[in-house]
Structure formats: structure tokens, C-alpha cells
């Protein structure tokens, strides 16, 4: 805490010291000033008893006298006016600092205050001397007088005389006035002061002698000064001035009277840097020049001499004769009314009723009231605490019984002090000086004697370790009529509370340390009030109290700037520009322009001295998204018919998209180097806080490099920016340039881009996009931003009108890049490192070309399966040659090059690099080439992402960088197309010359648009196209034409397939069939680009699907090496794998009526026979059984690959249900007489085809009707017959061959007329060949055939006709 110098027992006999007047001649004035010393000013230093002196107390006993300080004044002195006093306790304030601080810990916290406080000291010294001695004391009146008179006078003797009565006159002047003397009979010192320098001492001698002769060896005193050579001038600064502290300032009053007064005021002008009388005029005053060392011994023996010889012997008889005076008159009433009061009068001040005037009660010098306190004052001042301490506590019963308060107070005071210094405090004691302060502030109406007994008592206080109740004393005392006393008594509360060890009150501390500051600010003293708020900051500090921090900021601003300390006022304005300000916008606004305003006048002191600019508070970079673009933005097209250029980089993608262009990357490496580089690095053109950035980007000449930083607002304001550039250091071999300390944002070796004007938000975020060019090879590092901040939106605050509307104000400043990497390197010997962040630190290499690649005629609004040709324009923007274009999709399913067919592969395997051929084999700089794309929109709805990658690389491949690329990324929303849905079945019927197996396909198309969705379509089917190696589009059973979809309209179409002859496969798959007969020139489905995305759609399905097909590939060749191929043969019978192809088109209109034609193609995958197929808008997978049949097993081992490969011996019961197929053919309708044969025989021929890749033994029964076991639909009833009989050969057993047919020949007997169903006793068992017949299989294959018999006689009918 801050320690005063003095202790407070030191203090207090200092501020009680004697007091003893002095009378001088003006000779003796005339040889001090040789010294430039006053003789009180000479003598004053040595007015301290160095050796312990005694006098006896009246009941013998021996006081000792230790440390005796006494001060020795004009008798001329008069304490100042009050108004002139004010001024002397200001400046004693203002003069006095401390530069030395020491720290303090608070629990976690260092707080640094000042070690001592010397700006108290001197106020409090200055505060106890300007005061008026006052009648109800005596420590203020003198004791004796000094008369001193120079050997160099004429009569030396008749001067003293004339001095005497002089002295006399003073004493007995009515009514008293100033000086005020101890008692009427004061001590006498006469002093012969003799200057060696300007006559001989025997004259001196012999006025001397006549002197003792006269007054008394012990009341005389012969002074010798100025001993050295007169007119020596040598440099005595060196040497220690004794005579600074006790110096006496000369104030000039005469614009309040005429004449001079001299205050004293015992404070160390060395402490008052630069505001001393003499370093006022930077004048150097050399203070006793003229005295040696013998002189020096000679006025310390001089005032040893007056205390043990003269003033102690004085003191021993003035309390010998004050005793007497008052044992005297000890019980006896100094008056009837006075001992009425004591009986019947209040004992207290202040009590309700008791109104009397303060000074209602008058003493007579020689009262014994008067005579106690005599008494008491004069034991006091010479060290007899204990006499003391009796006659002020006999006092103030006197005083309280008088209702005299200003004495009673008094006497309390100097009780309690008594108690104190003769080292016996109590409670008791402590409580006088409570009461004695209120005594004198609220019946006196005296503060200044309050503020006095505050300060004593604080000191006897903190002597005793009582904070508490000091800082409680130092508080009271505070109020309003006097700022600076408020202000220095608020501080010393403060240190009291931070002295309080249980605990240390930091709090209350900083509370009353700035309470202090703004009372010292109101009493001009802005030094001390800076240095208060300087203290209580490290209080509020990171407490999260933004307000109080607020307040002291501002305040430390104001104060710093007032005392032109502009750096620390504008640090201080800073930081209340922060994002935690709490503030209101009108209360920002004004620190905003505070702040400015600060800010210009240092940058204006500043101006010579660096160019570098500032670092402002606003606004705040969010280092963390910094982010850093090699290479050109792209720009939006204004509409979809423009060209639309590849999108590139972009700050807003998506960093976790990375990973599928690295991907890519890899993908076009390894095909155009043909392998990846052991250590492959993908490149990158976008630095961030997620990517790595542990190397420096690599940069080419000429091409911009854009930085995206967010600027952050966190005040209630908008904050204008203007010129808002890129700040950087450019190293290009041994030459290193900067743009900071250039006026221009110009330059040769970089060109750098300024925006002019910037509105940040209040509280809001702002992303500002800046770019430099490099023209030449080097290194750029990029350091921050530049900028010019403004306070021209502040005038748009409601709350100002036009009139007040501050001035704008611009100040240049900067923002520094502080980027760092958020992953750590770890290493084994140290553990985790900070890793360097390279992303501002860029190469600038050499030029390089640079690919710029357009597109014309994309759209972002497709349908499902829908088909657009895009052109794509490539052109070399670089200053060099290109070549090994290639290009790579993530979808590569949805792209397909005209000109570069996608082969079947058959594999499952999707060419995703396609490379394109240049003319010449490269790209010169400024040379065009042009291609087209199909490309093909999902099968599902919604928004998709189409990412394309180009590849390129420099015809130097000594270059860095080697290659580069180009990406696009195009949203495309897919909306609803048609759904497709196709069943394949078996036909019955055969023609009369072909053997081979026929399908039919059934097709349904429905348009899927909604009448609400944006676009309205109306949707035609132009052409089927089946894919397969076995069988092949024949004909239309039902194909509707002319007909167009509209929302949500279906239409259906049966087609036919055959199954081919041979057992080879087609060398071409496609069949095409289209819808309109009258149609020509239809492009067949095995033309580009429709191949293409057939193969690259049957790619993606196998790729989907590999490894259940790897593991059915497997398991078959197992179960063929077990037993033979009839398994999978059999399982033939019911495969189709065929690929539908439908190709639609459409009319689709907007909500503007503008039209647009649109061509698709949907892919439908025939797996089985009698499996639904679907294609459908919504779905994005190939639709999948819902079942899985297999084999159940319940039990048996872990090992199931023996179970899964003995029980697939024979394929499932579904399969060997379906491996034949019959068709029956006769006479629709037979005409038979009855009459004339009883019996009508019918010949049947049974054809039958084999379905499967196996040989087959069938078996087929032909079992009368009315036997049947099956209960058959009576299709033809009611009027069906009964029965019919299979005449002939009933039964018959053939092999088929692989998908080969025969004829079996029948005959039916009717017995009369009707109806009859001939299939309906028909069963076709199979088994395959060399199996045992126990293995045969009862086919589910049904045919109804009716069957005619008319009892009318006709010819009967030749040609058979198939049913």
C-alpha cells in the first residue's frame, strides 16, 4: 500500500511542534540573502534536537525529551486567504508523483500501486499550515520570539530594544489579533548575528558581552555566517541542499491587499518536477554558497543551544506556574450559570434543544478552562503524554458541562491523540475522536478542524492495524464542498481497504480509487484522476463489468488527452470499440467519435516520424475465415441462354467437397501420366482454416489472387470503410517493397485492387472480397488490409438532428492478418507443435496458360432421363502453349462426348476420363477450340450436383506447376418425367411357320407431372428399343398412336419379342421398333449418344450390383464342377436380360408461356418373366425383389459353402414349373351328324417348347374330363359340356432339345354337341435328361382351348386355325 515517510507517531509530534516567532533587522535579512535564505529558512534544518534533553514535571519527577523538532517563523508570517489557501493545496497536489510502483497479489491477481503517495503528504503538511491559529487551542501560538540583529548595525543594543517594544506592542494589541502568543509573558532569545565576511568579530564581541550583561548568558546568543571568501562562484550543485524541503514560497497577494504575506509550507520543491520557484525560470538557485561546514556546525549548536539553555527551561516553569494556577482554582465554578449547567444542562452536543451559538461561550485568558488546556497543549508539545492526557480529560468535563463545543471537541481531539502517543490506546480513546470529529462537523460547523482530527486519527489508526475503521473515517470526510479533499481522503480509503488483510477488500478498493479519480477530476487535478482510474482498471479488468470498464476507459481517454498523452488516450478510446460494449447506439456513436478524434491528433504528431499505419479497433477480422483463391472468379450469367463459364473455385464451396475432387484429380493424373507420383499432393487453388497450409500456394504471373475476409460489427452503429485494399511485402530477389507506407495503391510489381467504399452493419458480418496481380516472379506475402474509417454514417443516427450533427472525420488504418494453422504437429520428441500457417505467403512463379472454359446452351431445370446437346467452348487466356486436354465427372453415367463413344466393356466398368483431341495436339495462347456434350438428367427428382474436372498441362514440363485444372460444378433441379412400368410374359400363340419362343412385353407410361408444379409437359413416346443378345422386338399387339400425355395421363403398349433361332448370340443387340408408323429417319438406339448412355447406365447397374453377381458367378461354377450345367440351364427359363430402351419426348411449358421441346430416354431392365419392371421419376436405384429365394436351412454347421452348393443340384420348384410351354391346336368348331355316327372324333396337335438352355424329357397325360382332379372355371357355362374322351394315344414321352419345340398328335371323342375346354385334362410333366423319372416336374403352364361340336352335317373344315 502506499506507505507515507513519516510514521504516525512522527507525524503527530511534527504537526504539534512548538512554535517559535522571530524578529529580524534588515541588515540581518540583507547578510542571509547572500545564502539566497531568509535567517528562518537558514535555521531551519537545524531545528531538530539530535541529543534526548529533560525537564521536570511539577511532582518532580523527570520527562524526557527526545527527537524535539520546533519551528521557527516570521514574526510577520500570516497564513493565506482561503481562496489564496485553495490555490497552495492545489499546487502542493499537482507538484508531487510517484514514479515508483510495487506490486501486490490479490488471490490470482498482481495489482501495482504506488509505493508511497507524497501528493497526500504535501496536501496534508500544506493543509495543517495554512491554517488560522484559533482561540480554543494553543499549539498553534508561539511560544517565544527570536530577536535577532546584525553586528553591522550602528547600535546593535538600541535595536534590540526597539525590537522588544515592538514585541510588545504585538502582544498587547486589543483585541488580539495576529500572531497569537502562548501566554502574555513569552520567552526572549536575543541573537547577535555576525557576517565574517563583512567586518571583524571584536565588535561583535564586545556587543555581545554587554548582551549577556544585559539579558542573561542563557537568553543570548552570538551567530557567525558566511565564513567563505566572498565572491567565490564555484558549482556547489552537487553538493546535498539541506534547505529544499524547508523552503518558504513567496506569494503575492496584493490583488487582495497591499501587502505580502509569507506561507509556509514545509514540502520538498525537488518533487515537483519542472514547477519549483526556480524551475519555473529553469533557473539553478544555489542555497548557502556563502556558508563552510563551521557555519553549518555553528546554527546546529545554535539551536541545540536555544532548546536545552532557553526554551526547555521556559516550558519546565510555564507547567510549574500552570499547575499552580490551576490546583489553585481546581472545584471552584467560574460562574453561577456555568454551574447550573453542569447540574441541569445537556452533556452532549447537539442534543435536541440545544441551539446555542457555537462561540455562546467565552473565556477569559486566564480561566482555568483555558489554563487546563494551556497546560494540556504545552505537555503535549514537549513529549508529557500522561500530563497531558489528565488535563485534556479534566477539560473537556469543563468544556461539556460549559456547552462550549468548539473547546469541548478540541479538548476530545487532543485526549484521544495523548492516549495514543503514550502508547496506552483504548476504546475509550478511539471513541473521543469519533465524537470530537462529529462534534466539529455537525455543532461547529467547522470541517477544517474535522478534516484535522480525520487525518490524526486515521494515523493512529492504521498504526494500530484498524483499516476498517480508518477508510470509514477517510469516507465521512468526504462531501462536497471541497473536491480535492474528497478526492485525496477517498483515495487513502482505498488503500486502506486493500491494507485490510481479512480479506483484502479489492473491490471497495477500486470502487473508492475511482470515486477518487472523479473527485479528482472535478478539482482539475487530472494527473492524479488518471492515475486513480490506471489503478482501479487492474480491478475491473476482464470481470466481464463492460459498463464500469466502459467508464473508466472514457475516463482515462478524457484525461489522457487533456494532459496531451494522445497514445494512452487513444489506447483507452480503443478499447471501448470492443465487441463486449453493452452500450446504447448513440452512446457508441459518441465513443466512435471520440476515438477518431484522438486518433487524428496522433496520427498527427506521428506524421514524421513513420509512415506505418495504425491499428484500429474496428473493425475485427475473423482471422479464422480468411481464405486465399489462386486463379479468376467467375462471374454469374445473367441468363440461361448466355454462356456460362466453368465455375471454378469459389470462396462459399463446400470444403468437405473436397474429397471428390481429389478424387477426380487422382483419377486424371493416373490417366494422363499413366501412374500417381509417389507422393501425391492434390492441388489446391482455395487456402482456409480447414485445408493444410504447411506450403506456400504457388501463384502465376499475371493472374489475380483474391483474399475473403469477413469483417465483423459489433457495435450498434454502421461503420463506413473507404479505399479498402490489401497490404503486403513483396521480396523480389534483394529488393523488398511494401504498399503500407505508400500513398498510392498502385504499384509496378503488384497491382492491387481498392474498394472504395464499405458499410459494415451495425452488429453484423460483412464479407469483403480483395485481390492483387502479380507482374513479376517472387515472393508476396499478404499482411492485412487497409483502410480509411469514417464516422459520416453516425450522422444517420435518429437521435441527432442536423444541427448537431458531429463532423466527419477519417482516419487510414489497418487491420494485421493473424492466421494460424488449427492442426498441431506431433512429433515423438516434443510432443505437439504449432504449425506455421504459409496461406499469406505466396511464390509467385513464371507464366504458365491458363484454360478458360465456356458453356452455351446449359440449363439448370431438366426432367428425369431428360437429354440436352451442350456446347463447350475451350480457350488458352495463358502466355503459353497447352496440351493433353482430358475431362472427368463424378456422374459420368449422365455425360457423354460426341465424338467419343462409350464401348460395352461388359465388365461394369465406366470410362470416366475422356480426352480430347486438339488440333495440332496443343492449345496456343489466345487459340479457340469448341466440342459437344450430351448430357443426360437423372432418374430421380430433385436438385443434383454435376461436377466435371479438365485436365491440362504445360508443353514445358520443367514448369511448376506441371499441370492444372479446371472444375465445374452445375445444380441441376430434375423434375418429374414419365414413370415406366413393363412386365415380360410367354406367349401361347406361335406362328405357323416359326418354332421359336415369344414374349410379350407390356408397357406403361404415365406422365408424373402435377398440375401445380412449375412446369406443365405434355409428353409423346416416339420409339421402343429392346437390348438383348437373345431376343428381338418382332411386332405390336396393341400400340396405340397419336397420343399425348398430359399430367398425369397413362397410356399402354403390348409388344412381342422372339426369342432368335440360333443358339449364337446376336452380334447386335438392338432392335428398334417405333411408335408412329408414318415416322421416318428414327434414329436407331445404337447410334450416340443414346448407346452411350445405355452403356453407361448398364455400367452403373453391374457396378452396383458386382458383388452379388461375383458370388452367383461363383456358386455356379462350384455347382458345375459337382454335377453338370443343367441347374443353371434350367434357370434360363425364366431369365430375360434385356434392357427396354424408351424414348419420349415432350413440350414443356413455363408460368411465362415460353415452350421449349425436350427429348428423353428411360432404361428398363427385364430380369425375369412375369417380374414387374419399374422406372420411375422418384426412384434412383434399380428396383430389387422383395423377396429372395433360396434354399432354408435350419440347421448344420458354420461352413454353409457345401450346403449352398449340394442344394442347388436342382433349381428352385418355380423354375422346373415353368421350363415347357404348350399350345393346342384344332378346329375352332366341327360339325357332326349325330344321327349318323354316334362318336365325333376330333384331331388335336399338342405343341410343345422347350424354355430352358437344357435338354428335357416330357412327359405329357392326356386323361378323360370328367376325371379331372382340378376343378376347372366353367368358362363357357351354362351350357359347357359334360365330358370328353382323349382316344388313341393318351400318354406320349419326347426329348427337347435346348429351346426346341415338337408336336405331339392327339384325338378327342365327343358323344354329342356342346362346349368343350380340351386343355383342361392336359398335363406336361419334365424332368431333365438322365434324371429318374421320380424327378418329374407337373408343368403350371395352362391353356384353354374350346372346342365346338354342332349336331348339323357339314362339310368339315380344312385349315386349322391357331387359338
Not at 508523483?97 to 495489482?111: A, F, H, K, L, M
Not at 483474399?707 to 452503429?717: E, M, S, Y
Not at 419392371?1173 to 461352413?1199: C, H, Q, T
Amino acid at each position: 500500500m502506499a506507505q507515507c515517510k513519516l510514521t504516525p507517531h512522527e507525524f503527530i509530534q511534527n504537526a504539534f511542534s512548538p512554535l517559535i516567532a522571530a524578529m529580524c533587522s534588515p541588515l540581518v535579512d540583507q547578510a542571509c540573502q547572500k545564502n539566497n535564505l531568509s535567517f528562518t529558512e537558514m535555521i531551519q534544518p537545524f531545528c531538530k534536537l539530535n541529543t534526548e534533553a529533560h525537564f521536570r514535571e511539577p511532582s518532580g519527577g523527570v520527562i524526557p525529551v527526545r527527537n524535539l523538532r520546533f519551528t521557527v517563523l516570521d514574526v510577520n508570517a500570516r497564513p493565506p486567504q482561503p481562496t489564496l489557501a485553495r490555490k497552495f493545496l492545489n499546487e502542493s497536489v499537482s507538484f508531487a508523483s510517484s514514479e515508483r510502483n510495487y506490486p501486490i497479489n490479490i488471490g490470482d491477481q498482481t495489482v501495482e500501486i504506488p509505493a508511497s503517495a507524497p501528493w497526500f503528504e504535501a496536501w496534508r503538511e500544506t493543509f495543517l499550515q495554512v491554517q488560522f491559529p484559533s482561540d480554543h487551542e494553543f499549539t498553534k501560538h508561539f511560544l517565544g520570539c527570536i530577536l535577532v540583529v546584525s553586528s553591522a548595525e550602528t547600535n546593535p543594543l538600541d535595536m534590540l530594544v526597539h525590537m522588544g517594544q515592538q514585541l510588545q506592542q504585538l502582544q498587547n494589541v486589543t483585541p488580539a489579533k495576529l500572531p497569537k502568543w502562548f501566554c502574555p509573558d513569552v520567552l526572549r532569545y536575543y541573537v547577535l548575528l555576525h557576517d565574517v565576511s563583512g567586518s571583524t568579530s571584536e565588535r561583535a564581541e564586545a556587543v555581545f558581552e554587554t548582551m549577556k550583561t544585559t539579558y542573561g548568558i542563557n537568553s543570548c546568543y552570538m551567530l557567525q555566517i558566511n565564513s567563505r571568501v566572498a565572491g567565490h562562484k564555484e558549482d556547489l550543485s552537487h553538493l546535498p541542499d539541506p534547505w529544499c524541503q524547508f523552503l518558504t514560497r513567496q506569494h503575492d497577494s496584493q490583488k487582495q491587499h497591499n501587502e505580502v504575506l509569507s506561507a509556509p509550507c514545509h514540502i520538498n520543491d525537488n518533487v515537483w518536477a519542472g514547477h519549483s520557484a526556480a524551475g519555473a525560470n529553469n533557473i539553478v538557485i544555489q542555497h548557502g554558497s556563502c556558508l563552510s561546514a563551521s557555519d553549518l556546525e555553528r546554527l546546529r549548536l545554535f539551536a541545540q543551544d536555544f532548546c536545552l539553555k532557553s526554551l526547555l527551561p521556559f516550558v519546565e516553569k510555564q507547567i510549574q506556574l500552570l499547575s499552580d494556577i490551576i490546583s489553585n482554582k481546581k472545584g471552584v465554578s467560574r460562574s453561577l450559570f456555568s454551574a447550573t449547567k453542569r447540574w441541569f444542562g445537556s452533556n452532549k452536543p447537539g442534543t435536541p434543544g440545544a441551539n446555542n451559538p457555537v462561540n455562546a461561550v467565552i473565556y477569559s485568558t486566564d480561566s482555568p478552562e483555558l489554563q487546563l488546556r494551556r497546560l494540556g497543549d504545552l505537555c503535549f508539545m514537549f513529549g508529557h503524554y500522561t500530563l497531558a492526557f489528565q488535563a485534556y480529560h479534566s477539560a473537556k468535563r469543563d468544556f461539556s458541562a460549559d456547552q462550549a463545543w468548539l473547546y469541548y471537541a478540541g479538548a476530545l481531539e487532543m485526549a484521544a491523540l495523548s492516549a495514543f502517543m503514550q502508547g496506552e490506546p483504548t476504546r475509550k480513546a478511539q471513541e473521543y475522536m469519533e465524537e470530537s470529529i462529529s462534534t466539529y462537523l455537525n455543532s461547529c460547523k467547522m470541517p477544517q478542524f474535522a478534516t484535522r482530527a480525520t487525518l490524526l486519527s486515521t494515523e493512529c489508526l492504521k498504526g494500530r492495524s484498524l483499516y476498517g475503521e480508518a477508510a470509514k473515517q477517510f469516507i465521512r470526510m468526504t462531501s462536497e464542498d471541497s473536491d480535492l479533499r474528497s478526492a485525496l481522503l477517498l483515495e487513502q480509503a482505498s488503500y486502506c481497504f486493500l491494507k485490510s488483510t481479512r480479506p483484502r477488500m479489492a473491490r471497495k478498493y477500486a470502487f473508492h480509487i475511482v470515486l477518487a479519480g472523479h473527485r479528482f477530476s472535478k478539482a482539475g487535478q487530472r494527473k492524479h484522476s488518471l492515475r486513480c482510474y490506471k489503478q482501479a482498471y487492474q480491478i475491473y479488468e476482464n470481470r466481464n463489468w463492460s459498463l464500469a470498464e466502459d467508464h473508466i476507459h472514457f475516463t482515462i481517454g478524457r484525461q489522457a488527452a487533456y494532459l496531451k498523452q494522445i497514445s494512452d488516450a487513444s489506447l483507452s478510446f480503443s478499447k471501448l470499440l470492443t465487441p463486449a460494449s453493452k452500450q446504447s447506439a448513440p452512446q457508441q456513436s459518441a465513443f466512435l467519435r471520440e476515438y477518431l478524434t484522438i486518433q487524428q491528433q496522433l496520427m498527427a504528431e506521428e506524421r514524421n516520424v513513420s509512415d506505418n499505419l495504425t491499428v484500429l479497433p474496428l473493425p475485427v477480422v475473423d482471422n479464422d475465415s480468411i481464405k486465399v483463391l489462386l486463379g479468376s472468379l467467375t462471374s454469374t450469367p445473367s441468363s440461361e441462354a448466355a454462356i456460362v463459364y466453368a465455375t471454378g473455385v469459389k470462396f462459399e464451396d463446400d470444403q468437405s467437397d473436397n474429397r471428390r475432387w481429389t478424387k477426380l484429380e487422382e483419377t486424371l493424373v493416373n490417366e494422363a501420366q499413366g501412374t500417381l507420383p509417389m507422393i501425391f499432393r492434390p492441388t489446391l487453388q482455395l487456402f482456409s482454416n480447414e485445408t493444410v497450409n504447411t506450403s506456400k500456394p504457388i501463384a502465376i504471373v499475371r493472374e489475380p489472387i483474391y483474399v475473403r475476409i469477413i469483417l465483423k460489427n459489433p457495435l450498434h452503429i454502421p461503420l463506413p470503410l473507404l479505399n479498402v485494399h490489401l497490404l503486403w511485402n513483396f521480396k523480389n530477389g534483394k529488393s523488398e517493397i511494401s504498399n503500407e507506407s505508400s500513398k498510392s495503391t498502385k504499384n509496378v510489381e503488384i497491382e492491387t485492387q481498392c474498394i472504395d467504399a464499405v458499410v459494415v452493419k451495425p452488429d453484423s458480418d460483412e464479407e469483403v472480397i480483395l485481390s492483387v496481380i502479380p507482374k513479376c516472379v517472387g515472393e508476396l506475402n499478404i499482411t492485412g488490409v487497409a483502410y480509411h474509417l469514417t464516422n459520416t454514417a453516425i450522422q444517420q443516427l435518429p437521435e441527432q438532428t442536423t444541427n448537431n450533427a458531429p463532423s466527419i472525420i477519417t482516419i487510414p488504418g489497418k487491420q494485421v492478418f493473424r492466421v494460424r494453422c488449427p492442426r498441431a504437429k506431433i512429433t515423438k520428441d516434443k510432443g505437439s507443435q504449432e504449425v506455421n500457417d504459409k496461406r499469406l505467403e505466396i511464390n509467385v512463379v513464371t507464366s504458365s496458360p491458363c484454360l478458360q472454359v465456356s458453356f452455351q446452351n446449359m440449363s439448370s431445370q431438366m426432367l428425369c432421363g431428360e437429354m440436352q446437346n451442350v456446347s463447350i467452348r475451350f480457350k488458352n487466356i495463358g502466355s503459353a502453349p497447352l496440351s493433353n486436354l482430358y475431362l472427368a465427372s463424378s456422374v459420368p453415367e449422365l455425360i457423354s462426348c460426341a465424338g467419343y463413344p462409350v464401348c460395352d466393356t461388359g465388365q461394369g466398368t465406366i470410362p470416366e476420363v475422356i480426352k480430347i483431341s486438339l488440333p495440332g495436339g496443343q492449345l496456343a495462347p489466345g487459340q479457340k477450340h469448341m466440342e459437344s456434350m450430351w448430357l443426360r438428367a437423372p432418374d430421380y427428382r430433385g436438385i443434383t450436383n454435376l461436377e466435371i474436372m479438365f485436365y491440362y498441362e504445360n508443353n514445358n514440363t520443367k514448369c511448376i506447376p506441371r499441370y492444372r485444372l479446371v472444375r465445374h460444378s452445375w445444380e441441376i433441379t430434375v423434375l418429374g418425367s414419365v414413370q415406366c412400368t413393363s412386365m415380360a410374359t410367354n406367349s401361347c400363340v406361335a406362328s405357323t411357320d416359326e418354332s421359336s419362343q415369344v414374349l410379350n412385353l407390356a408397357l406403361q407410361v404415365k406422365n408424373v407431372n402435377q398440375v401445380h408444379d412449375p412446369i406443365l409437359t405434355e409428353v409423346s413416346v416416339s420409339q421402343v428399343s429392346l437390348v438383348s443378345k437373345t431376343w428381338q422386338l418382332c411386332g405390336k399387339i396393341a400400340v396405340p398412336t397419336g397420343v399425348k400425355l398430359q399430367a398425369q395421363e397413362s397410356i399402354h403398349f403390348v409388344f412381342s419379342a422372339r426369342r432368335q433361332k440360333h443358339k449364337k448370340e446376336r452380334a447386335d443387340p438392338f432392335s428398334d421398333l417405333p411408335i408412329e408408323d408414318h415416322v421416318e429417319n428414327v434414329t436407331s438406339a445404337r447410334e450416340s449418344p443414346y448407346v452411350d448412355f445405355y452403356n453407361r447406365h448398364r455400367a452403373r447397374v453391374i457396378s452396383s450390383s458386382g458383388a452379388d453377381e461375383t458370388a452367383e458367378v461363383s456358386r455356379n461354377s462350384v455347382a458345375s464342377q459337382l454335377e453338370n450345367d443343367d441347374t443353371t440351364g434350367m434357370e434360363e427359363a425364366l431369365n430375360i436380360n434385356a434392357t427396354l430402351i424408351l424414348r419420349w419426348q415432350t413440350e414443356i411449358r413455363n408460368g411465362k408461356g415460353t415452350k421449349r421441346m425436350a427429348l428423353g430416354q428411360h432404361h428398363l431392365i427385364l430380369d425375369k418373366i412375369a417380374v414387374l419392371s419399374v422406372s420411375s421419376a422418384d426412384d434412383a436405384k434399380v428396383p430389387v425383389p422383395s423377396e429372395i429365394e433360396g434354399p432354408l436351412r435350419i440347421f448344420g454347421p458354420d461352413d454353409s459353402s457345401y450346403k449352398s452348393v449340394t442344394s442347388e443340384k436342382y433349381p428352385t420348384l418355380d423354375v422346373l414349373q415353368r421350363l415347357v410351354i404348350h399350345n393346342i391346336r384344332h378346329s375352332p368348331k366341327v360339325c357332326h351328324d349325330f344321327s349318323v355316327s354316334r362318336l365325333c372324333f376330333v384331331p388335336v396337335q399338342l405343341q410343345l417348347q422347350n424354355c430352358s438352355d437344357t435338354s428335357l424329357v416330357v412327359r405329357v397325360n392326356a386323361s378323360d374330363s370328367g376325371s379331372s382332379s382340378s376343378s376347372k372355371n366353367k368358362l363357357y357355362s351354362p351350357h359347357s359340356s359334360s365330358t370328353f374322351h382323349w382316344v388313341g394315344l393318351a400318354g406320349s414321352c419326347s426329348e427337347l432339345s435346348p429351346h426346341d419345340s415338337t408336336s405331339v398328335s392327339l384325338c378327342a371323342v365327343t358323344t354329342g354337341p356342346g362346349t368343350f375346354d380340351l386343355g383342361s385334362s392336359l398335363e406336361v410333366w419334365c424332368r431333365a435328361r438322365g434324371a429318374p423319372e421320380a424327378d418329374s416336374v407337373a408343368q403350371v403352364w395352362h391353356v384353354e382351348s374350346a372346342l365346338v361340336v354342332d349336331n348339323t352335317p357339314v362339310v368339315p373344315v380344312s385349315d386349322p386355325k391357331i387359338v
